[in-house]
């Protein structure tokens, strides 16, 4: 199982960014995956995840109304669609997998519900 995070990088406030996270080792399907970031001496926390069919979603509420979370089951990709980037956006972003198959589920909104991490990816906005 591995999952390779990217499409970080330096963006102004206000520009966009579209994360990808590429699975390999499982399917998306009955899997929920997440994103997660951490900044600068902060505790890493979920920025948005997707539930095991993709109908379920979840952003936390900085985020709500910017980012997007989608997949592509062909692709065994989950993206972020980052918009109106503030510098509170700063981090490294990290997609995660709840590696447990689940039918019907809530996308786990903390770091105990999953399995497998990214290698993360830098997202730096600059003021």
């Known amino acids: 199982v591995q999952l390779q995070a990217s499409g970080g990088g330096l963006v102004q406030t206000g520009g966009s960014l579209r994360l990808s996270c590429a699975a390999s080792?499982?399917?998306?399907?009955?899997?929920?995956m997440a994103w997660f970031r951490e900044a600068p001496g902060e505790e890493r926390e979920v920025v948005s995840c997707i539930s095991e069919s993709g109908d379920s979603t979840y952003y936390t509420d900085s985020v709500k109304g910017r980012f997007t979370i989608s997949r592509d089951v062909a692709k065994n990709t989950i993206y972020l669609q980052m918009n109106t980037l503030k510098p509170e956006d700063t981090a490294v972003y990290y997609c995660?997998?709840?590696?447990?198959?689940?039918?019907?589920?809530?996308?786990?909104?903390?770091?105990?519900?999953?399995?497998?991490w990214g290698q993360g990816t830098l997202v730096t906005v600059s003021s």
């Open positions: 995660a997998v709840d590696l447990t198959i689940s039918v019907n589920s809530i996308c786990p909104r903390n770091i105990l519900g999953y399995d497998r």
């Open positions: 080792g499982f399917n998306l399907d009955g899997h929920n």
